[in-house]
């Protein structure tokens, strides 16, 4: 059972950065591939990034360049560095993980970005 523990959330203004924070334990496995989702108020849950085998990225188109995913697959943690913050990325971020074929899911933290 792989578990995941998200850190990094908070309050922040306008314009201002995050780093979001991801540890993955309960498995002496690398997992596949490692990503962030995140809920925004009235909305479903959508894909923000993430980092597959060979440290490949790929970004939600509202991204926009301003976020950064990385990982460190020895570790089993991936961070997503956020910037120039707006009140629409409000929401609760989650960390996702698949192991063989099997995704697993953080509890979530909260983003506020105040106007």
């Known amino acids: 059972q792989v578990q995941l523990v998200e850190s990094g959330g908070g309050l922040v203004q306008t314009g201002g950065s995050l780093r979001l924070s991801c540890v993955a334990s309960?498995?002496?496995?690398?997992?596949?591939?490692m990503a962030w989702y995140r809920q925004v108020p009235g909305k479903e849950r959508e894909w923000v990034a993430s980092?597959?085998?060979?440290?490949?990225?790929k970004y939600g188109d509202f991204v926009k360049g301003r976020f950064t995913i990385s990982r460190d697959s020895v570790k089993n943690t991936v961070n997503l560095q956020m910037n120039s913050l707006a009140p629409d990325d409000t929401g609760v971020y989650y960390c996702?993980?698949?192991?063989?074929?099997?995704?697993?899911w953080g509890k979530g933290i909260l983003v506020t970005v105040s106007s």
């Open positions: 980092v597959l085998t060979g440290h490949i990225k």
């Open positions: 309960g498995t002496p496995f690398s997992v596949n591939s």
């Open positions: 996702s993980a698949r192991l063989r074929g099997v995704d697993y």
